[in-house]
């Protein structure tokens, strides 16, 4: 399924199997998870996207082809997240802050993804991954799951916790957060039983609308709805010294709003893509804690539906495609 441009929809089109580079590792898709940045490629708000491309970030397959000396062998299930690419020699790859690389090519951006039968993918940046899930549950892990981790690991020291949005992220983060003993409270559109009830199930000990504060103070917040007014709303609840941090890619602009909120060492920051290292100790996390993400199946030449049920919020959870 190929984006033309920005503000088309995706195009099934026959192609070749792509050709894996020397670094590559060509592998058949299984199944491959939708995220929000690819609704913002699609809306053109990603700088630098190779257009025509393939989207699709969290990619579940089997290898076909390694090249040698990668320790990969034919079958073996591989899965490949956003981070497709760093240069390794820069002071942020230098420093274990590679997610910050100016060079770094993303997967699905920079390099046809996972709306496919078949992916090449540089194998020194896939994850091995068990056949502990199948593939559907699998996907959402890669990018869903990855942004909530490490948006919770820069949340700081945290007993009690807001997430902002329970899509997919939101929906990963609050088990695996209840399983590290932190207690969750939920926040979703004002009005949104639905959501709220979903929040709960989750493991939230409490879910209300982003136009309420939480029951108690919180020691951070983390945002992955798209909208930047929640911002300064969720800095209201949160104590002290305690963060706000924005893990989406794009978010709408941010309202003034007074310096007393921001005062008492309180920082808002934002989360950049993802370390190997993050991908390591997640998907470790994610087997411990018995993750299980909800997922909604679509098959590839029905992914416009799935891009449409996920700007109207038509389901729980996270969106998969299976070529
Ligand atoms: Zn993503
Ligand atoms: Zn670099």
Not at 28 to 53: M, N
Not at 235 to 256: A, E, N, Q, W, Y
């Amino acid at each position: 399924m190929v984006l033309e441009k920005p503000g088309a929809a995706l195009v099934l089109t026959d192609r070749a199997r792509p050709e894996p580079g020397p670094d590559d590792v060509l592998i058949a898709v299984e199944a491959c998870g939708l995220c929000r940045t690819d609704i913002h490629l699609q809306d053109g708000d990603i700088e630098g996207c190779a257009y025509p491309i393939v989207p699709g970030h969290q990619i579940v397959g089997r290898v076909v082809e390694a090249p040698s000396g990668s320790g990969l062998l034919p079958r073996d299930r591989v899965g490949v997240p956003w981070l497709g690419w760093t240069c390794g020699g820069c002071a942020f790859c230098e420093r274990d802050e590679e997610n910050l690389c100016g060079e770094a090519r993303f997967t699905g951006c920079h390099r046809d993804g996972g709306f496919a039968e078949y992916a090449a993918a540089d194998q020194r940046y896939c994850f091995p991954l068990g056949d502990h899930l199948d593939a559907v549950h699998a996907a959402p892990l890669l990018c869903a799951g990855l942004i909530g981790y490490r948006s919770l690991r820069l949340a700081g020291d945290v007993e009690r916790l807001g997430i902002y949005g329970f899509g997919a992220a939101g929906s990963l983060l609050a088990p695996v957060a209840v399983h590290l003993g932190i207690e969750v409270h939920g926040f979703t559109r004002p009005g949104d039983r639905r959501g709220q009830r979903f929040a709960l199930e989750r493991g939230c000990v409490w879910a209300g609308g982003s136009d309420e504060r939480p029951p108690a103070e919180l020691d951070a917040a983390i945002i992955f709805a798209p909208i930047g007014a929640l911002v300064p709303a969720a800095l209201k609840g949160v104590r002290r010294g305690g963060r706000v941090v924005c893990g989406g890619i794009h978010m709408s602009d941010i309202p003034t709003f007074p310096y007393a909120d921001l005062w008492g060492e309180r920082q808002i920051r934002s989360v950049a893509n993802l370390t190997r290292r993050d991908g390591r100790e997640f998907l470790a996390l994610a087997a411990e804690a018995g993750l299980e993400p909800e997922v909604t199946v679509y098959p590839l030449a029905d992914a416009n539906r799935a891009f449409d049920g996920l700007r109207q919020g038509a389901f729980d959870g996270a969106a998969v495609i299976v070529p």
